[in-house]
Each structure stands twice: as C-alpha cells, then as structure tokens.
C-alpha cells in the first residue's frame, strides 16, 4: 500500500512546469531564520495559512521573511500545514485525529515551492501513535524540502477524548523515538538535515526532555504557541526555552488571539534567546 501511495505521490510532487526542490545538502539551522504562517489552507478558523489564498499567502510570506531578515541571519520561507487533525468525533479508527490525504499534501507542497518555502507537515494524533502517523506520511517526507511538527497537546492517552481545556502532553522518550525514525529516513534519501517541530505553551507538555537526544540529521526546535499579551508570552517563552537550552527555540504569533499587538521583528530579535523560528497562526 506504502509502495503504491509512493509512486502516486511522487507524480503529484513533478507537475509539469513545477518549480524544483531544494538542493539535498540545505541545512536551515543555526544558519538561517525560519518565518511563515501556520493553519490548513481552506480553512480560516484553524490559523492565518487558511485565511489567505495561496497568492495571498506566498505575498505576505515574502513580507515576513523580508521583516525579519538581518544582515548576520538571512530568513528561510515556511508553511506549517495540519496534517493530521484533531477531532470531537472518534472517527473509523478510533483515534479522535482525521488524516489530510497524501495528495492533497502534495498539492500544499507545489504551491509551497511556487513561493520558495519549505512545507512543515503537523500532527495532531488524538489517540493515534504519532510515529505510525509520521510514517504515514513517509513519500512527502523523504522530500528534502518537508519537514515535521508534533502537536502534543492534542495527543491523548486510552479512553481520553478531547475537550475544552483539556491540554495534552508528549514523553521526550517518544518525541526521540520519531527524531530518530526521522534520522534514518534522511540518511537514507542523503539529506543534510530535517526539523522536528514540537509545540507547547507549558513544560508539562513536554515530560522528560532530557530524554530527546542529538541526531546527526535532524534539529528539534521547541516552538511557543501559546496566545496572550507580549510581556506574558516573552516570560513563558524565555523560561520555557531555558528548560531545554541544547534545543532550538521558536515563538507562534496569533494574528487574532495575541493582546495589546503582535511582536515586531526588532523585539523578537530581542529575546533571550532570539527566536530561531517565527509563525503566524
């Protein structure tokens, strides 16, 4: 079934007159800034990627890598899509996570490139085993320009289901787990590196993070996405990335649930650390 999900999906990934992919031997980080919008296109209620159309959207990431490109960090464009999506219903499967389809992914990652970004695929796994849902998107993420992000607070255990103010968490151990499944895939295809995304906006959403390791192919970046005014999400951000000092730090905007105004690229620059990625949810 992989093999031939594989073979639809790399035909989708070539139209004719596509725009390449990026060359195998790009590294992002330290180097680099990574700026864009978060959400699922289509769909203005799940963040600032779905109120845009893709015009839109490439215009107003040209902008932001604009904003927040320095003369010592030049800025890499990004969408992060959801790919797989929490929900109330349990679904077929029982996951509470309904699955984006291969080919429409596919389709997100040629308009991705028409801009010259890069497309990080995010999972929302419910009750699903969010390695399995990683796998599943193996034929997008073999691509060198695609790469991963973990929604942990949308993971629940046997017999949870979703609810408001119920807020998930991960164990280091299985984020590890997929940083190290996510290694070998790159090493396979011969890429340089690939991110692993993990987002929070408490420590307990992430237990035991000493326990994520280093690999040769594969950055983590723990991204603050927690909504508020700026001086609460600067004191959250700053401890929450004191906490995993070894690991990359990045700081979600949200364009309507952020109070008193969104950071400007100078106070970004500002924080301790400064961000290494930027979105817009």
Not at 65 to 86: C, D, G, K, N
Not at 171 to 181: H, L, P, T, V, Y
Not at 210 to 236: A, N, Y
Request: aromatic fraction near 4%; glycine fraction near 10%; charged fraction near 25%.
């Amino acid at each position: 079934m992989l093999a031939g999900a594989l073979v639809t999906v790399t035909c989708a990934l070539a139209p004719a007159g596509a725009p390449a992919a990026v060359d195998r031997d790009e590294r992002l980080l330290p180097d680099h800034r990574i700026v864009g919008l978060y959400g699922m296109p289509g769909k203005p209620s799940l963040g600032a990627l779905g109120s845009h159309s893709w015009r839109g959207a490439h215009e107003r990431v040209r902008r932001m890598a604009a904003q927040h490109r320095t003369t010592s960090r030049p800025t890499v464009r990004a969408y992060e899509a959801i790919a797989t999506l929490a929900t109330r219903e349990a679904g077929r499967d029982a996951t509470y996570s309904r699955p984006v389809s291969l080919i429409m992914l596919a389709g997100w990652l040629e308009q991705a490139r028409r801009a010259d970004a890069r497309l990080i695929v995010d999972l929302q796994p419910g009750r699903a085993d969010a390695l399995e849902q990683a796998r599943a998107l193996e034929p997008l993420l073999r691509e060198p320009d695609v790469h991963l992000a973990l929604d942990p607070e949308w993971e629940l255990g046997p017999g949870q289901r979703h609810r408001k103010g119920r807020v998930g968490s991960m164990n280091g151990r299985e984020i590890d787990r997929i940083a190290a499944w996510l290694d070998d895939l790159a090493a396979e295809e011969g890429l340089a590196q690939k991110l692993l995304l993990v987002h929070r906006f408490r420590a307990s959403m992430v237990r035991e993070p000493g326990r994520i390791g280093e690999h040769e192919r594969v950055e983590v970046v723990m991204s603050m996405d927690g909504h508020g005014t700026r001086g609460g999400k600067r004191e959250r951000y700053e401890d929450l990335a004191a906490s995993t000092p070894d690991l990359y730090s990045g700081m979600m905007l949200f364009q309507s649930r952020d109070s008193g105004g969104l950071f400007t690229p100078f106070q970004l620059r500002r924080l301790d650390p400064a961000p290494d990625l930027i979105f817009v949810q």
